[in-house]
């Protein structure tokens, strides 16, 4: 009985502590509490990855947006990202797990039209093929979180890192360009003024972007502009066929030296240090000291209008062809919320019947520009005035053909679209010939200058977006260097202008007009653009 008793005692015994081992055992999966460091770590991690896409692109464009753009976005990510948290949470029961996989959704979500836009551009396939593959995809890296018997904690702390950095190496290698964009730099003194007051006719001063000289438009296009140049001479025009601009390629290398009658930019600046020195530069200064009036007409933002009467300035190129959006709006597009409320067919690269002419708007800025600058001249003015005006034209966008017709929307940036670039020239040339015609029947003893910056790029486009290896780097710069420039004298003196740079030009019409001593400067350094993306002045 006793020795029963004792078996019994041992059996329950033994049945209390495996069951008492079982509970301990349970109580430790259920009990187990998520500690405040693995809580912070998670919205460390799911903050800057939700952070990077809006600090990117804010500063990427810190001088074009201001950064409370980025708070809706950065709002909509971080409450998507933290629902999706939750439901993770449930499905994993591990916080590093349900971080990391959250964050990896998180990419997805808010590149989720960026990446089927790409997607789209290199493959055939249907759009449901990529809806499939993105859903395969997550689906396989949740399966894997989910058996793996890892805790994950130092995937998710790495995922954190890697983000935060990028972010802190972003703002790094925006120092320069903050700093520049806030210098102020020192104003270039005026050499000499006018000297006497016996020539106080209006001058018209117009700057055509990308319009090649004679050399430039027979290398790249074989193109013979002899028509309108032959218009230009029978008007009295002076006609340099081989000025350069030896300086740089690019509008904002060359605009501040022209504009303040000396050398004081290279391509080795950054391009918001040189649009600063567009602030009242030493040409517009020259002016107002010998009693003229300064007007701009401003086509895309190419100059900067402080100091000067604006007859008309349209927005930014940036702004024209996107419709007026800011950065909170290219955010959401590139996210799932921009697939769900834009039409697939533009994804896909395809033109949508029921859509308007995304150039429409840019392409009425430049009627309206020629239009303002046919109707000015026959404007009565209290005082002399200098006009100038910057056209981003016949640059890219092609929108216009040599009737005045819209241009094919499909060739509006492509390089290998030689006579889309043609064509635009000679829609311009048609227009500029009824100025003219306005300025001499209006106003017939003004001065009119008649400028590109450099010439048409076939070379450096074709080099960056179609990789083009077809380039003889000396000839090339010296061809794209090549401008349109070309003088009517009014009642002055005609001066020959041969050869001579677009700032030289200047120079000589100062002397002729206002009795200065402008002497003629030769460029520090020729620059020659490098294949390979590398940029050299030597």
Same mark, same amino acid.
């Given at each position: 009985?006793?020795?029963?008793?004792?078996?019994?005692?041992?059996?329950?015994?033994?049945?209390?502590?495996?069951?008492?081992?079982?509970?301990?055992?349970?109580?430790?999966?259920?009990?187990?509490?998520?500690?405040?460091?693995?809580?912070?770590?998670?919205?460390?991690?799911?903050?800057?990855?939700?952070?990077?896409?809006?600090?990117?692109?804010?500063?990427?464009?810190? +001088?074009?947006?201001?950064?409370?753009?980025?708070?809706?976005?950065?709002?909509?990510?971080?409450?998507?990202?933290?629902?999706?948290?939750?439901?993770?949470?449930?499905?994993?029961?591990?916080?590093?797990?349900?971080?990391?996989? +959250?964050?990896?959704?998180?990419?997805?979500?808010?590149?989720?039209?960026?990446?089927?836009?790409?997607?789209?551009?290199? +493959?055939?396939?249907?759009?449901?093929?990529?809806?499939?593959?993105?859903?395969?995809?997550?689906?396989?890296?949740?399966?894997?979180?989910?058996?793996?018997?890892?805790?994950?904690?130092?995937?998710?702390?790495?995922?954190?890192?890697?983000?935060?950095?990028?972010?802190?190496?972003?703002?790094?290698?925006?120092?320069?360009?903050?700093?520049?964009?806030?210098?102020?730099?020192?104003?270039?003194?005026?050499?000499?003024?006018?000297?006497?007051?016996?020539?106080?006719?209006?001058?018209?001063?117009?700057?055509?972007?990308?319009?090649?000289?004679?050399?430039?438009?027979?290398?790249?296009?074989?193109?013979?502009?002899?028509?309108?140049?032959?218009?230009?001479?029978?008007?009295?025009?002076?006609?340099?066929?081989?000025?350069?601009?030896?300086?740089?390629?690019?509008?904002?290398?060359?605009?501040?030296?022209?504009?303040?009658?000396?050398?004081?930019?290279?391509?080795?600046?950054?391009?918001?240090?040189?649009?600063?020195?567009?602030?009242?530069?030493?040409?517009?200064?020259?002016?107002?000291?010998?009693?003229?009036?300064?007007?701009?007409?401003?086509?895309?933002?190419?100059?900067?209008?402080?100091?000067?009467?604006?007859?008309?300035?349209?927005?930014?190129?940036?702004?024209?062809?996107?419709?007026?959006?800011?950065?909170?709006?290219?955010?959401?597009?590139?996210?799932?919320?921009?697939?769900?409320?834009?039409?697939?067919?533009?994804?896909?690269?395809?033109?949508?019947?029921?859509?308007?002419?995304?150039?429409?708007?840019?392409?009425?800025?430049?009627?309206?520009?020629?239009?303002?600058?046919?109707?000015?001249?026959?404007?009565?003015?209290?005082?002399?005035?200098?006009?100038?005006?910057?056209?981003?034209?016949?640059?890219?966008?092609?929108?216009?053909?040599?009737?005045?017709?819209?241009?094919?929307?499909?060739?509006?940036?492509?390089?290998?679209?030689?006579?889309?670039?043609?064509?635009?020239?000679?829609?311009?040339?048609?227009?500029?010939?009824?100025?003219?015609?306005?300025?001499?029947?209006?106003?017939?003893?003004?001065?009119?200058?008649?400028?590109?910056?450099?010439?048409?790029?076939?070379?450096?486009?074709?080099?960056?977006?179609?990789?083009?290896?077809?380039?003889?780097?000396?000839?090339?710069?010296?061809?794209?260097?090549?401008?349109?420039?070309?003088?009517?004298?009014?009642?002055?003196?005609?001066?020959?202008?041969?050869?001579?740079?677009?700032?030289?030009?200047?120079?000589?019409?100062?002397?002729?007009?206002?009795?200065?001593?402008?002497?003629?400067?030769?460029?520090?350094?020729?620059?020659?653009?490098?294949?390979?993306?590398?940029?050299?002045?030597?």
């Amino acid at each position: 009985m006793a020795e029963n008793n004792i078996t019994e005692n041992n059996t329950m015994n033994s049945g209390e502590k495996q069951e008492k081992k079982e509970k301990q055992k349970g109580g430790n999966v259920t009990k187990k509490r998520i500690s405040p460091a693995s809580i912070l770590q998670s919205i460390w991690v799911i903050f800057v990855v939700c952070l990077y896409p809006c600090a990117f692109m804010y500063i990427q464009n810190f +001088t074009e947006s201001a950064i409370d753009k980025i708070v809706l976005p950065l709002f909509v990510f971080l409450f998507v990202a933290f629902v999706a948290f939750f439901i993770n949470i449930i499905i994993f029961r591990n916080i590093h797990k349900t971080t990391v996989f +959250t964050s990896i959704f998180m990419l997805m979500f808010m590149n989720f039209t960026l990446v089927q836009y790409i997607f789209a551009q290199y +493959t055939n396939l249907p759009e449901k093929v990529f809806m499939i593959i993105l859903v395969v995809l997550l689906l396989v890296v949740g399966v894997f979180l989910f058996i793996t018997k890892k805790e994950l904690d130092g995937v998710s702390f790495i995922i954190g890192f890697a983000f935060s950095g990028l972010i802190i190496m972003n703002v790094v290698m925006a120092i320069p360009k903050y700093i520049d964009s806030q210098k102020k730099n020192e104003e270039v003194k005026v050499e000499q003024y006018a000297q006497n007051d016996d020539f106080r006719e209006n001058v018209y001063y117009i700057i055509m972007d990308e319009y090649g000289g004679k050399e430039n438009l027979e290398y790249y296009y074989n193109y013979d502009n002899s028509d309108f140049l032959g218009y230009l001479n029978d008007k009295g025009f002076s006609i340099s066929n081989s000025t350069h601009n030896y300086e740089g390629i690019n509008t904002y290398d060359i605009l501040p030296n022209l504009l303040n009658l000396d050398y004081i930019v290279s391509p080795k600046n950054t391009i918001i240090s040189e649009y600063n020195r567009l602030t009242d530069p030493a040409l517009y200064r020259f002016f107002k000291e010998a009693g003229y009036n300064v007007e701009m007409i401003n086509h895309v933002q190419g100059l900067k209008s402080e100091g000067c009467d604006i007859i008309y300035e349209s927005p930014t190129i940036e702004m024209l062809l996107n419709h007026l959006h800011d950065i909170d709006y290219y955010l959401l597009k590139n996210s799932f919320i921009g697939y769900l409320m834009m039409d697939t067919n533009l994804i896909k690269g395809e033109e949508n019947p029921n859509q308007g002419d995304i150039y429409e708007d840019y392409r009425n800025e430049v009627l309206k520009i020629l239009d303002l600058l046919e109707e000015q001249p026959k404007i009565k003015k209290e005082k002399p005035t200098f006009m100038i005006c910057y056209m981003c034209f016949p640059h890219v966008p092609y929108v216009l053909k040599a009737d005045g017709q819209p241009a094919e929307r499909r060739v509006a940036y492509d390089a290998t679209a030689k006579q889309s670039y043609i064509e635009q020239l000679q829609y311009l040339n048609s227009r500029l010939e009824r100025i003219v015609d306005s300025i001499i029947e209006n106003d017939p003893n003004a001065v009119i200058v008649l400028q590109g910056d450099h010439g048409a790029r076939e070379g450096y486009h074709l080099m960056y977006q179609y990789s083009k290896s077809e380039y003889n780097e000396k000839v090339e710069s010296e061809m794209m260097e090549n401008p349109f420039n070309c003088v009517y004298w009014g009642r002055a003196s005609k001066q020959d202008i041969e050869g001579l740079s677009g700032l030289n030009t200047w120079r000589v019409i100062l002397n002729n007009l206002y009795g200065t001593n402008y002497k003629q400067i030769e460029v520090p350094q020729k620059y020659i653009h490098k294949w390979k993306y590398e940029s050299d002045a030597r």
